[in-house]
């Protein structure tokens, strides 16, 4: 069995400042030591719970977010750097997946370091006319592969949201939001002890785990913060611009219609 943890590092534990988590600021090194810490976590759950193989996608802005002196003999590859224009490289033959260290889509109150996808340009996004956040874009491109989401980590709120969405997978609660950028935070072994059980009763339970699919065709509207430039919809009849900040893109699948959008 093999499971793919896909990690994000604004919900991972430790993390509630935006400090730690863009490569410009000082504390950028605290939050990646917070993010590979709870990916061993994750690693050494999965394999308690059955897996035989586990892969970790850095998924955090450039993909350089993982230190990789670090990492637990638990993972048997870690995906870094830019690779291809699929948002899950590597998926193919994975039988689960897990989105490690996820926040709230954006505008959720006391949601830590909440937004969706691109902080300063993206204000909202929607889903077939449902409001939704990097939990239900992700859960949806990995869904359209075959693959079910069988757990998230984060703050309790987006766990919330997690469970809203795909009601059947395990969440790992590792801070309690209370404000975008202030959270009350565990002490590491008791998150990392957290998200241990979480992933293996997650991976124990697979069997019980189902692929999120969205009702084709995909409709993705996509709205902009102020001042930011609609795309041009010259020779796109996959566009339809909605007002002066937001449009929709149209598409056959999720991940079409997340990159059709950018």
Known sequence: ?????????????????????LPVEGRFSEGRACMTADVNACAQGCKEGGAD???????????YSLNWDQ?????????????????FSGLADADGVILLGYHAMAGTAGGVLEHSMFSVSIQNYWINGCKAGEVAIDAGIVGEHGKPVIMVSGDDKVCLEAKALLPWIETAQVKRGLSTFGAALLPPK??????????????????????????????????????NRLPHTIHREDITIIDGRTYEVTADSMEKALFASL
């Open 1 to 21: 069995m093999k499971i793919y943890i896909f990690a994000d590092i604004e919900g991972c534990s430790g993390v509630y400042a935006r400090e730690q988590v």
């Open 71 to 87: 990492l637990s003999e638990d993972i048997d590859e870690a995906i870094c750097g830019y690779t291809s224009d699929d948002r």
């Open 53 to 63: 193989v586990v892969v970790v996608r850095d998924g955090h802005g450039g993909s």
């Open 190 to 227: 008791k998150a990392h002890d957290i998200i241990r059980e979480s992933a293996k009763a997650a991976v124990a339970r697979i069997a019980d785990m189902k692929p999120l699919v969205y009702a084709s065709p995909v409709k993705f509207r996509v709205e902009l913060t102020e001042r």
